[in-house]
């Protein structure tokens, strides 16, 4: 009796192992090393999150980790230029919030729904590139792990962080982040890595929301001094996350 106890219980645990794997997103391989490339853009999305109205798009090679976000949403667009945008990646896939790119950050002075139309319908598609260029320079690095907290500018050249952020054809935000896979493997990748990617962001740009990015546990803490208003739902991106396997050159 004992023996097919033991041979259901291993069955069950083969068959959970093989959803969970089943239910990872792999990401695109992409030998192309230039950040510019159209690739990047021409890639249909691995996931779309309705709720934001956020499509994701993940790319690595041995180097990189490429992740790409769009959205043709204005209010999801004001959402962004609002409250900043945290982009949190956890290499291990246990969904816990310990290294960050903050960007772009909070407004410090929030638009309305009616303010943010009339401020887009100003400016072309190539204005609205240059208007990002010059809104958004600084971007922040946390990792919770070590307890650190980088400011970086777009104007640097920087071989481990870069971002940027567009409007297109078809597309009213892209957001570009590329990380260097050594800030999270210090090992070539062995076609068994799962990474977690989340995204959030909190309502009111002061001294706590800065001091909470680098802490899950804080802003539970602190959510409703951060949040601003009664109707407080529809100006928050709610904290989302999706599990992606990396892809290596031999599985391609």
Same mark, same amino acid.
Request: hydrophobic share 35%; net charge negative; glycine share 2%.
């Given at each position: 009796?004992?023996?097919? &106890?033991?041979?259901?219980?291993?069955?069950?645990?083969?068959?959970?192992?093989?959803?969970?794997?089943?239910?990872?997103?792999?990401?695109?391989?992409?030998?192309?090393?230039?950040?510019?490339?159209?690739?990047?853009?021409?890639?249909?999305?691995?996931?779309?999150?309705?709720?934001?109205?956020?499509?994701?798009?993940?790319?690595?090679?041995?180097?990189?980790? @490429?992740?790409?976000?769009?959205?043709?949403?204005?209010?999801?667009?004001?959402?962004?230029?609002?409250?900043?945008?945290?982009?949190?990646?956890?290499?291990?896939?246990?969904?816990?919030?310990? *290294?960050?790119?903050?960007?772009?950050?909070?407004?410090?002075?929030?638009?309305?729904?009616?303010?943010?139309?009339?401020?887009?319908?100003?400016?072309?598609?190539?204005?609205?590139?240059?208007?990002?260029? @010059?809104? *958004? =320079?600084?971007?922040?690095?946390?990792?919770?792990?070590?307890?650190?907290?980088?400011?970086?500018?777009?104007? =640097?050249?920087?071989?481990?962080? =870069? &971002? /940027?952020?567009?409007? /297109?054809?078809?597309?009213?935000?892209?957001?570009?982040?590329?990380?260097?896979?050594?800030? *999270?493997?210090?090992?070539?990748?062995?076609?068994?890595?799962?990474?977690?990617?989340?995204?959030?962001?909190?309502?009111?740009?002061?001294?706590?929301?800065?001091?909470?990015?680098?802490?899950?546990?804080?802003?539970?803490?602190?959510?409703?001094?951060?949040?601003?208003?009664?109707? =407080?739902?529809?100006?928050?991106?709610?904290?989302?996350?999706? /599990?992606?396997?990396?892809?290596?050159?031999?599985?391609?």
């Amino acid at each position: 009796m004992s023996r097919i &106890v033991q041979f259901t219980f291993l069955v069950s645990l083969f068959t959970l192992n093989s959803c969970t794997v089943k239910n990872q997103i792999s990401t695109y391989w992409q030998n192309e090393r230039n950040f510019n490339s159209e690739i990047y853009s021409t890639t249909e999305a691995n996931y779309y999150n309705a709720e934001d109205q956020i499509s994701v798009k993940v790319f690595n090679n041995d180097k990189f980790i @490429d992740i790409i976000l769009e959205t043709n949403s204005t209010n999801t667009l004001r959402k962004i230029y609002n409250l900043g945008l945290s982009i949190w990646i956890d290499p291990e896939a246990k969904l816990q919030n310990n *290294f960050a790119i903050n960007f772009p950050m909070p407004a410090e002075f929030p638009f309305t729904e009616e303010k943010f139309e009339n401020y887009l319908s100003r400016f072309s598609l190539t204005e609205l590139n240059e208007e990002f260029w @010059d809104r *958004f =320079q600084l971007f922040e690095v946390v990792n919770a792990k070590k307890n650190e907290s980088l400011s970086i500018s777009t104007l =640097q050249e920087d071989d481990t962080y =870069q &971002v /940027k952020l567009s409007s /297109k054809n078809e597309v009213l935000f892209s957001y570009h982040l590329r990380i260097a896979m050594s800030e *999270f493997y210090s090992k070539n990748l062995s076609g068994n890595e799962i990474i977690g990617i989340g995204v959030a962001s909190i309502n009111e740009a002061n001294e706590e929301y800065y001091s909470a990015l680098s802490s899950k546990e804080y802003i539970n803490k602190r959510m409703e001094r951060l949040k601003a208003g009664t109707n =407080q739902n529809p100006y928050e991106l709610a904290e989302w996350w999706v /599990k992606f396997k990396l892809s290596t050159e031999s599985e391609q």
